[in-house]
């Protein structure tokens, strides 16, 4: 009798468990940005290139603009775009940028960093944090919000 009061227990455990998970998936999707003013209020510092982290004290941003232009540095290199949003899907281009020679890792991290922003389908915003994915929902680019930079 312990025994199965104990399993009854063990199976409950795991049951609320279950719930909590998919309840914090339901939060993950309801995060998705689907207001230019989600984006514009503040700037954005990248913390993750794919799964790659990235410094704290990297100079890389990106700032989206109500007028709809993305203005940003990539590392060693200042950027700028239109960008859009439809429905939920973001898009960002054509990203152009200055050509200076960057040392590496920065001109790899810049080359991946703009890769991302040209992936970009879509973005999620939970607080301070902002994700952007690309068609298969996967995060390119996650970043931390810091003040707006001036132009």
């Known amino acids: 009798m312990k025994a199965t009061v104990a399993f009854i227990f063990f199976m409950l455990f795991l049951a609320g468990i279950a719930l ?3 309840q914090g998936m339901q939060k993950k999707d309801d995060a998705t940005v689907t ?10 510092r990248p913390t ?5 982290a990235l410094d704290e004290d990297t100079q890389m941003f990106l700032q989206f603009n109500a007028d ?10 200042r950027f700028f775009g239109s960008f859009e949003l439809i429905e939920a899907k973001l898009r960002l281009g054509p ?14 991290f810049e080359i991946s ?12 915003r939970v607080d301070s944090r ?12 996650r970043f931390t919000s810091i003040d707006r930079v001036d132009p």
């Open 68 to 77: 709809g232009q993305a203005v940003g540095h990539a590392g060693c290199n």
């Open 20 to 22: 909590v998970n998919l």
């Open 113 to 124: 960093f703009l890769e991302a922003l040209d992936a970009t389908q879509s973005a999620a």
């Open 130 to 141: 902002l994700a952007l994915r690309n068609e298969d929902g996967q995060s390119v680019l």
């Open 35 to 44: 207001s230019i003013d989600q984006l514009t209020d503040m700037a954005w």
């Open 48 to 52: 993750h290139i794919g799964e790659m």
């Open 95 to 108: 990203i152009g940028s200055t050509r200076m020679s960057c040392p590496e890792p920065a001109g790899s």
